[in-house]
C-alpha cells in the first residue's frame, strides 16, 4: 500500500466495560504498544464518557475519543453531553453517525449537526457511513455518497483537515468475524469515498482525509486489512476490549 501518513487504530468501547478499574486496565496494557508504535500509529481510544474524563487525568500516548456528541452547542437538553464538554475533559476525537446511534434516531442532518459541533469544538471527528445492505446495481454507492454530501457539503472548508471519514458497512458491525468486508472490496470504497470527497473539496484535500474501515474487526482480518485494504486505519468495536489483541493490531500497523 502507498503509506500516507500515520494510521489510526481506533477503539469503540460502547457501554463496556463494566468499572472504571477495567477500563483503566485495558488503557494501561494498551498504552505499552502504543507508545512504541506511536511514531507511526495513532492509538485511539473511545470509552464511555465517565471513564474517558477519569483516564484523561493520566498522561497517556493515547488519544481519547468520545463516542458521540450532543447536536446542540448549548441551553436545556437534559442528559446530552456537549462536544466542548468532552473537549474540556481530554477528548481530542469524536465519533459522530454510528450506525448504533442512527439506529437510535440519528437522521442525515442530526450527523450533520453534531459534525459541526464537534468540529468547532476542536475535536478531530470520526464520521460514519456505511451501508444497511449491498446490491447487485450499486445503490449501495448512492447510499455512501448521501450520507457524504449531508455530513459534509455544508461545512466550512477549514474544517476539512480533521474529518476522518470511516467506512463501516451496517451489515458488518457486530457481526462475524469472517463478515468483515474482504480488503478488495475495502478499496474499492476508499477509492469512490475519496472521489465523493475530490468533487468537495478537490483532489489534493480529499488525499489528506484519513478513511478507515470498521465492522467485525478482529487481529485476523485486521492484518489484511491493513496490508492491501489501502485504509488509514481501523475503527474497532469489540476486539478493542481485548487489550492483548487490540494490542497486536497496533503493533502489527506500526509494522506496514
Ligand atoms: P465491531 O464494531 O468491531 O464490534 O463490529 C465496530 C463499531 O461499532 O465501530
Known amino acids: 500500500m ?6 489510526y487504530i481506533v477503539g469503540n468501547w460502547k457501554m463496556n466495560p463494566d468499572t472504571y478499574d477495567e477500563a483503566k486496565h485495558i488503557a494501561t496494557v494498551v498504552c505499552r504498544s502504543a507508545r512504541s508504535a506511536q511514531r507511526t500509529v495513532t492509538t485511539v481510544i473511545c470509552p464511555p464518557a465517565p471513564f474517558l474524563a477519569l483516564l484523561a487525568r493520566s498522561r497517556r500516548p493515547i488519544c481519547l475519543g468520545t463516542q458521540d456528541v450532543s447536536s446542540a452547542f448549548d441551553g436545556a437538553y437534559t442528559g446530552e453531553i456537549a462536544a466542548r464538554h468532552m473537549r474540556s475533559v481530554g477528548a481530542t476525537y469524536a465519533i459522530v453517525g454510528h450506525s448504533e446511534r442512527r439506529r437510535s434516531g440519528d437522521t442525515d442532518t ?13 475535536l478531530k471527528t470520526i464520521i460514519c457511513v456505511g451501508e444497511e445492505s449491498r446490491d447487485d ?6 447510499f455512501v455518497r448521501n450520507q457524504l454530501l449531508e455530513a459534509l457539503s455544508a461545512l466550512p472548508k477549514k474544517h476539512c483537515s480533521d474529518v476522518i471519514i470511516a467506512y463501516e458497512p451496517v451489515w458488518a458491525v457486530g457481526g462475524n468475524y469472517q463478515d468483515a468486508l474482504s480488503p478488495d472490496h475495502i478499496h474499492q470504497m476508499v477509492i469512490f469515498i475519496r472521489k465523493v470527497l475530490s468533487e468537495l473539496w478537490g483532489r489534493a484535500d480529499a488525499m489528506r482525509v484519513p478513511i478507515l474501515y470498521g465492522g467485525s474487526v478482529d487481529l485476523e482480518n485486521a492484518k489484511r486489512i491493513l496490508a492491501s485494504g489501502e485504509v488509514n486505519g481501523l475503527l474497532v468495536g469489540r476486539r478493542s476490549l481485548d487489550a492483548t489483541e487490540f494490542s497486536s ?3 502489527y500497523a506500526a509494522t506496514i
Open 2 to 7: 502507498i503509506r500516507r501518513g500515520k494510521l
Open 137 to 142: 446495481h450499486g445503490a449501495f454507492l448512492s
Open 110 to 122: 442530526t450527523v450533520r449537526e453534531k459534525t459541526l459541533r464537534s468540529l468547532e469544538a476542536g
Open 249 to 251: 493490531m497496533i503493533r
